[in-house]
């Protein structure tokens, strides 16, 4: 099967909001999964004079403003040709793909009147890959140590989305693809607040909490994490306080 990864870099947004981003560095791979190698590799830095840069930018990326804007060719030719090398792939896969890059490459398609290829199917490497139990951080800086290797270029497109093929290429793409169709539903870890009478216990719960890969939840005040819906029985059986579902 041909699959294409994407990585995107993009203008920073605080807080996020996909309608307001917009996509500063394209990293697209045409991969064999049989195979496991790179068919494609495309690399492509994008700019636009209306584009916002904030220091953040490079400080992630490295690349900065003058670079972006010599090198960046403009959006929509750019997006064009990533659409049309996605015809050639079986499925999408992204790091964070279902919560960032698909949204994100939905709202530059509005924007410059491309149709989004809706019917492809994605595969999410943060959330549809069977990880064992002992790879509990999904970043990707810390999955391709786990994995036996070290990405060189971190928050480069191109180069975050061969780490990211070559992590996935450790695991049956059949399966991944199997789950990648499944449910997810977002789980709340119903701990105790550390706080006053129930600091002690609520700092050992908090704890635990982040040892089972829950996150704080800022807006909610609450200690969440996403599973497969197949998932939430195992996972609220197995947990040291209840764990109930928060959103499908």
């Known amino acids: 099967m041909r699959v294409l990864g994407l990585d995107f870099e993009s203008t920073v947004v605080e807080p996020f909001d996909a309608k307001k981003m917009r996509i500063t560095e394209i990293g697209a791979i045409l991969w064999d999964t049989d195979a496991k190698k790179p068919l494609v590799v495309v690399n492509r830095s994008v700019w ?7 220091p953040l930018m490079t400080e992630i990326t490295g690349m900065t403003e003058s670079e972006h804007k010599e090198f960046g060719q403009p959006a929509k030719p750019a997006i064009q040709k990533l659409l049309n090398l996605m015809q050639k792939a079986d499925a999408i896969v992204a790091h964070n793909g279902k919560n960032f890059d698909r949204v994100v490459l939905e709202e530059e398609c509005k924007r410059h009147g491309l149709e989004f290829p809706g019917a492809t199917p994605w595969v999410d490497t943060m959330a549809d890959v069977p990880y064992p139990k002992k790879i509990e951080v999904r970043k990707l800086e810390f999955l391709a140590p786990a994995h036996g290797f070290l990405n060189p270029f971190a928050h480069r497109a191109a180069f975050d989305a061969l780490a990211m093929l070559k992590v996935l290429s450790h695991y049956d793409f059949a ?21 006053g009478a129930t600091k002690t216990k609520g700092e050992k719960e908090v704890a635990e909490a982040k ?3 829950y996150k704080f939840d800022g807006d909610a005040k609450i200690w969440v994490k996403r599973l497969k819906e197949s998932e939430y029985s195992a996972e609220a059986a197995a947990a040291p306080w209840p764990v109930v579902i928060v959103k499908k």
Not at 48 to 54: A, F, K, R, T, W
Not at 187 to 194: C, E, I, L
């Open 48 to 54: 636009e004079p209306d584009y916002i840069y904030h």
């Open 175 to 195: 399966t991944v693809l199997k789950r990648s169709k499944e449910p997810d539903v977002i789980v709340r870890a119903m701990v105790a607040a550390p706080f």
């Open 211 to 213: 040892a089972r890969g």
